[in-house]
């Protein structure tokens, strides 16, 4: 990845924008949205994954779709200064945690789970809660999305433009 910060105009926000709506859009098709040749589009995405503005591509899939029907989220309170990079090496070893991240408040940890059923979800709870530095959980589970385009729902982004706007594609 290039360290450089090459410039990031409407023209790649449209180009993300549509990438994220579909990633199996072509260059043809989304140079004829935004006025470009598909040549043009590939450059700027070329360029755009070359200094990390777009890290990757990936399928969008409901996930009771495969099997996970449950959802929560997991508070993880740790005995002493637990470091994120300690955390991270738990939470990679659960499958069934979709993210995690270090948060301000009284919990040093917030995980999102998704697991087949309530069972399972305990299940999964219980191995988290043996690692000797966790001194207490809180969880809350999710009943249902009230937004339910959000990603959190399984949704797919859309790239806000520089004033943090969402804005949908074009």
């Not at 955390?87 to 087949?116: C, F, K, Q, S």
């Not at 988290?128 to 589970?141: L, Q």
Request: glycine share 6%.
């Amino acid at each position: 990845m290039n360290s450089g910060t090459a410039p990031f105009d409407d023209l790649d926000r449209k180009i993300v924008t549509a990438l994220m709506a579909n990633a199996r859009t072509s260059f043809a098709e989304i140079g004829s949205a935004v006025g470009l040749s598909a040549t043009a589009v590939k450059r700027r995405v070329d360029r755009m994954r070359d200094t990390g503005v777009i890290t990757g591509f990936t399928a969008t899939v409901k996930p009771a779709a495969l099997g996970w029907r449950t959802e929560a989220y997991v508070e993880v309170y740790c005995e002493g200064a637990a470091p994120p990079r300690r955390l991270a090496e738990v939470v990679r070893n659960h499958p069934e945690i979709t993210a995690a991240m270090t948060v301000t408040g009284g919990a040093d940890a917030l995980l999102h789970v998704r697991a087949r059923d309530v069972e399972h979800f305990e299940e999964v709870l219980e191995r988290i809660r043996v690692e000797p530095f966790i001194r207490k959980t809180i969880s809350v589970m999710v009943l249902s999305h009230l937004l339910p385009d959000s990603p959190e729902a399984g949704a797919t982004q859309v790239a806000p433009d520089d004033a943090g706007n969402v804005r949908p594609p074009d």
